[in-house]
């Protein structure tokens, strides 16, 4: 089994545990315990799953819920599906609206800008080491420094919870002629949280973080000054939140 067929099956795993002495489970399991990197998405991965769960439970039954079915039911009147097929198509539809609609509130649809796509595109050929760091340090400061020295965005503030972690190194590039800069940090649990600036070029004041979750990748963004800043790790949104509020 490699990569690929073990996430596809551990795609599916539930939080609780259950699937856990499932065979199909268990060499997929395997896997991601030879992997660090399998491994921790699996991990992040049943994290949010958990999240999502307990949300759904958290919502309330509406009290008319089976008037509304019922009322739905007679409306419709097909020539031969039984009442019973009707209330569990019924049923199944509002379950699947009201798991849509949490899925809607919980994260923005608003995709991400272009520079944002292409930050995350330098972090993953980073995080490959397919590409290397413009300059190397453990402390976020000297990074910082490095960057003003060398004419590239630094914000001179950044997130307390981010400040504190160990650096592993910084990189510039350029999108359109504008320039980037990004500095990764180590998470304590051992993932990594990347720091992304540049400009700010639509005079935007946005200082109250936006959440987006674009596929395995989580990100806030928000203006500091005169520089737009994006915090991005690859799991839910909800690992992202203490690193900014």
Request: charge should be neutral; aromatic fraction near 8%; include cysteine.
């Amino acid at each position: 089994m490699d990569n690929r067929e073990a996430r596809f099956i551990l795609s599916a795993y539930r939080p609780d545990g259950q699937d856990a002495n499932d065979q199909r489970f268990v060499e997929a399991l395997d896997q991601a315990r030879r992997d660090p990197i399998l491994e921790r998405w699996f991990e992040e991965s049943v994290a949010f799953d958990a999240v999502a769960t307990e949300k759904l439970c958290a919502v309330a039954v509406p009290t008319d819920l089976r008037e509304n079915i019922l009322a739905g039911v007679k409306m419709s009147r097909p020539l031969r599906w039984s009442k019973r097929f009707n209330w569990a198509i019924a049923a199944a539809l509002i379950l699947i609206a009201t798991l849509g609609s949490l899925i809607w509130h919980s994260t923005l649809s608003v995709p991400l800008a272009g520079w944002q796509n292409e930050a995350l595109g330098v972090i993953s050929s980073l995080a490959r080491n397919e590409s290397s760091f413009d300059a190397q340090s453990r402390s976020a400061s000297e990074l910082v420094a490095w960057l003003s020295a060398n004419h590239a965005p630094a914000a001179q503030k950044l997130p307390p919870n981010v400040e504190k972690l160990e650096t592993l190194g910084c990189k510039t590039f350029s999108w359109r002629g504008q320039p980037i800069s990004v500095i990764c940090f180590m998470r304590a649990d051992g993932g990594l949280i990347h720091l992304v600036f540049t400009k700010t070029v639509d005079g935007g004041r946005e200082n109250v973080p936006r959440f987006v979750q674009q596929g395995e990748w989580a990100t806030a963004t928000w203006c500091s000054g005169d520089m737009i800043c994006m915090l991005a790790l690859e799991g839910p949104t909800n690992q992202l939140r203490s690193y900014v509020l």
